[in-house]
């Protein structure tokens, strides 16, 4: 297991995506960015199409990805719910009668704080969007993902800190919480890493969860402008509170982890600022770092087995 430890990568929380790739050619490599179209998913696939990559941005409202995707070239928008696993499999499908090789995979799309929602067979939103739509994705895309080479990037986040996996009741039926169901989707998206790194090593897959840092994006539709407020998140004017980054701030982590040299012996790591995130401290989601609960091999083997149970996929097996 990779020790969470900073490697000195030379860039930081002021960093931005664009920044991150200057100099670095993907001109022949495809990437594929889940919500892609918005927030920090159009920050990384502007960066990674402007340094050369093609990018494949499946989007639940394609007509609104193609208008906010229209000026960058290489960039092709498809259909996707990751809450229904039919719209996955029909997705992928797709990518896969195309004969695409993905060389990188950033499972940026999600949802937070949301009103109590069920799908499928009555999940709860969070873990079945956030969580089992990558699982199932990543799975039914396993062939066209570049052999020796490839990265996927699950994007998690400091929210992490406010649960791990609950096993007893994932999906909140004893009483549902908005901000403990996001917490535990995020704790799922960085155990889902450490597992998957661990199965593909041997192919040479390598997995990475990364905390893009505090942002204000539409992410955060759901939770109104006077909790926001209140949450010491923005100003009474609008403006993002100290210590918040741009979205192309936030962008930079998922980039430099799919991208970067220096994680090729470190997969399986949390990330954050573009660099190995350290062990947390505290309890300050600004100051982050990452919190055993996330990073435990164990957790994430039994987590593995859960989702490949619920969503009947395991091509790692």
Known sequence: MTAQRKLGSGFGA??????????IDLTGRTALV????????LETTRALARAGARVIVPARRPAE???????LPGV?????DLADLDSVRAFADRILDGGHVLDI???????MACPETRVGPGWEAHFATN??????????LRPALAPGRSRVVSVASAGHFLSGI????????????????????KTANALFAVHLDR??????LRAFAVHPGSILTPLQRHIPRDEQIAQGWMTPDGRPAAGFKSPAQGAATAVWAATSPLLDDHGGAYCQDCDIAEPAETDDMLVGGVKPWAVDPAAAARLWDLSSELTGLNAFA
């Open 65 to 71: 990805a193609a208008r906010a995707l229209r000026d």
């Open 131 to 140: 969580h089992l739509g990558h699982h199932a994705l990543v799975n039914r």
């Open 105 to 111: 995979l950033i499972g940026n799309a999600g949802v």
């Open 14 to 23: 002021a960093s931005t995506a664009g920044d991150v790739l200057a100099g």
């Open 166 to 185: 609950r096993w007893d009741d994932l999906h909140f039926r004893d009483g549902y919480d908005r901000w403990l169901a996001y917490a535990q989707s």
């Open 34 to 41: 889940t919500g892609g179209h918005s927030g920090l998913g």
């Open 199 to 204: 199965l593909g090593a041997a192919d040479g």
């Open 76 to 80: 092709d928008v498809h259909g996707l």
